[in-house]
């Protein structure tokens, strides 16, 4: 009879051998193995995976979000089970509490009983037999071998109560009413007034938070496709409201340093004009030009001239602050902002884009115009 560290060695052989992934898991399902110390094998090697990507640097829904795009839905399960099985075995104190707001969001919490394997447990919840339940930890553990480490965020104590809702609810009246006029000169400077109120309040709560705040950092995952594009979009919100961002193309999430009021506002703007720029351009592409180049050009000029636009209503708001006491404390937090970065990303590169699409890349640049700077529909994910 097998041991348990024979065991898990044919495990991580099921995930890394692609080509021999169901062979291995067939016979780790045959007479010569006990079922039980085999479900055994699987919870631990998943949660002592978990643990590691945990300690080189990713987050609980880092983990889930790139399980889910590399392995589906069942393996991402899987993977935040182990989440939360090893967050629940270390002392509380010293999990971050925005580490338990992960888990809630990826739908992460210790379910099982403590005396049953949690893969069996798991089989049976989800109607699986041996062979799918076992070959979804190897496809789960395949995503955990393959990553690389990533720099680790710091991250600030939650806020009980986000952005001001009152300032939202400005915010979205501005926009209610932009969204109805049917005038675009209106609704452009009513959008444009949205985005100088969001900046307004970003220097009041500058001038209030305490000198020795700190930057904080967040990861933001896209979804495919265009990532690029997408990804330049993000930046330039990131870049008109003091953040910084930096793409992992590749994984498919950016990393955007700043302080949390910015993030915040970063968060719900990027989602908004995210949504925004896919509605315009799979509405042009309605007629007839909705090859990939076309989009591609189309998100990229979205995204140059939403940069644009951010900036001169940024600068507008800049200019109402009479306050002699905001300079100097945009200049302190700018420099944190970038020693944060610095710190983080030592060695990041700049990227360009080539545009092959004039059409697409004027399409773009009009959607742009027509954009609302709005923050009411939902929250990126992070």
């Known amino acids: 009879m097998k041991d ?30 006990a079922d039980r110390l085999v479900d055994t094998a699987a919870d631990l090697v998943l949660v002592e995976a978990a643990g590691r990507l945990l ?28 989440v939360a099985a090893e967050l629940d075995s270390r002392p509380a104190a010293t ?15 210790v379910w099982w009983r403590r005396d049953e394997p949690r893969l069996s447990q798991y089989a049976r919840r989800e109607g699986l037999d041996r062979f799918e339940a076992l070959s979804q930890v190897a496809r ?26 009152k300032m939202l609810a400005r915010v979205r009246a501005l926009l209610a009413k932009a969204e109805s006029t049917q005038f675009p000169e209106e609704a452009e400077a009513l959008s444009a007034k949205a985005q100088e109120l969001m900046s307004r309040y970003s220097f009041e709560q500058a001038l209030v938070a305490s000198p020795r705040s ?6 933001f995952w896209l979804d495919q496709p265009y990532l690029a594009a997408k990804s330049a979009l993000v930046s330039a919100v990131a870049s008109a409201n003091r953040c910084r961002a930096v793409s992992y193309q590749k994984l498919g999430f950016l990393a955007v340093v700043g302080h949390d009021v910015d993030l915040d506002l970063v968060e719900l703007l990027a989602t908004s004009l995210l949504v925004q720029a896919t509605e315009a351009m799979l509405a ?43 300079l100097p404390v945009l200049a302190r937090r700018s420099q944190e902002v970038d020693t944060l970065f610095s710190e983080l990303f030592p060695t990041v590169g700049r990227r360009t884009h080539s545009v092959s699409n004039g059409a697409g890349w004027m399409a773009g640049r009009a959607a742009a115009d027509a954009a609302k700077l709005t923050v009411e529909r939902g929250r990126l994910s992070r």
């Not at 999990?95 to 919490?109: D, F, R």
Request: glycine residues 8%; hydrophobic residues 40%; contains cysteine.
């Open 284 to 326: 042009a592409g309605r007629h007839g030009t909705g090859t990939r180049s076309f989009r591609h050009a189309f998100l990229l000029a979205y995204a140059g001239r939403i940069r644009e636009r951010l900036a001169e209503a940024d600068s507008a708001a800049s200019a109402r602050v009479a306050d002699e006491r905001l």
């Open 214 to 219: 700190a930057g904080a950092a967040r990861r």
């Open 140 to 165: 789960a553990l395949d995503v955990f071998t393959r990553l690389p480490a990533l720099p680790e965020l710091p991250m600030s104590e939650p806020s009980p109560t986000g952005v001001d809702e």
């Open 4 to 33: 348990l560290d024979e065991i898990s060695a044919l495990l991580l052989c099921a995930a890394t051998w692609t080509n021999r992934r169901d062979s291995v898991v067939r016979e780790l399902t045959g007479p010569g193995f």
């Open 95 to 109: 999990v971050h509490p925005l580490w338990h707001k992960q888990l809630e969001q990826i739908g992460a919490a």
């Open 55 to 82: 300690r080189k640097g990713w987050q609980p829904y880092d983990v889930h979000r790139i399980t889910v795009r590399r392995a589906g839905a069942g393996p991402a399960a899987l993977a935040g089970d182990a």
